[in-house]
């Protein structure tokens, strides 16, 4: 019953923090990372309140989403303090929040997650991949008024984290081949790297058949 309580008290957190978002990680998006760590869980024994609450909370602190990334991060803390989790479970929950994101990775400064962490980040990795992926991508793009496709502009390689996020470089297209291709060889566990073959499968159809229009092939 405490657990309940404390999921409960963390779903509606997210909910009202991230409940209006229009970037593509709104609460749907939470809910289906959530969801997909359920799944995974079911063949991995991780803590499911610890696995679980990262997963409601991991965008709540985003640094492109709030512009205030460190008070955030203090409300999660008061969140979680306040529902009687305890302090190695907040910690570990705070860990996996702060080193899940594809950015991590850039900058040679990669963090190693625990098992709760890496379920945690298969399941985001997996909602931005294959169908769900590519409407992602081109509604995040949209909203930040990126290029669609220039095939004069290449994608970018051995980026820095600033470089990554500095969008006045990117087009919606390269992002598939900076980020999104590269997801499905970052797979922690075997159930992920089982579905991201699949989704990886969509994502390269689409980009054939977008590239074949875009040149007035078919």
Do not use: C
Not at 60 to 79: A, C, N
Not at 116 to 138: E, H, M, N, P
Not at 147 to 160: F, G, H, L, S, V
């Amino acid at each position: 019953m405490k657990r309940d309580n404390q999921l409960f008290a963390v779903h509606n957190f997210a909910k009202r923090q991230l409940g209006s978002d229009r970037s593509g990680h709104g609460f749907d998006h939470i809910e289906r990372v959530v969801n997909m760590a359920k799944k995974i869980l079911t063949k991995e024994n991780a803590d499911p309140l610890i696995t679980l609450s990262a997963a409601y909370l991991h965008d709540v602190s985003d640094e492109k989403l709030f512009d205030d990334p460190e008070e955030q991060g203090q409300l999660i803390l008061r969140l979680l303090t306040e529902h009687a989790f305890s302090p190695a479970q907040i910690e570990e929950i705070t860990a996996i929040i702060k080193n899940l994101s594809f950015s991590k990775t850039l900058n040679n400064k990669t963090q190693r997650l625990s098992l709760a962490g890496q379920i945690v980040q298969d399941a985001d990795r997996l909602d931005a991949i294959g169908a769900i992926g590519i409407t992602r991508a081109i509604y995040y793009g949209g909203k930040h008024a990126e290029t669609i496709y220039d095939p004069n502009i290449a994608p970018r390689e051995k980026m820095t984290k600033e470089e990554y996020r500095n969008l006045d470089n990117e087009t919606i297209i390269n992002h598939f081949y900076e980020k999104l291709l590269k997801l499905k060889d970052m797979m922690n566990t075997k159930t992920a790297k089982k579905i991201a073959a699949g989704r990886q499968k969509i994502m390269l159809d689409y980009l054939n058949q977008f590239k074949a229009e875009w040149s007035a092939e078919k």
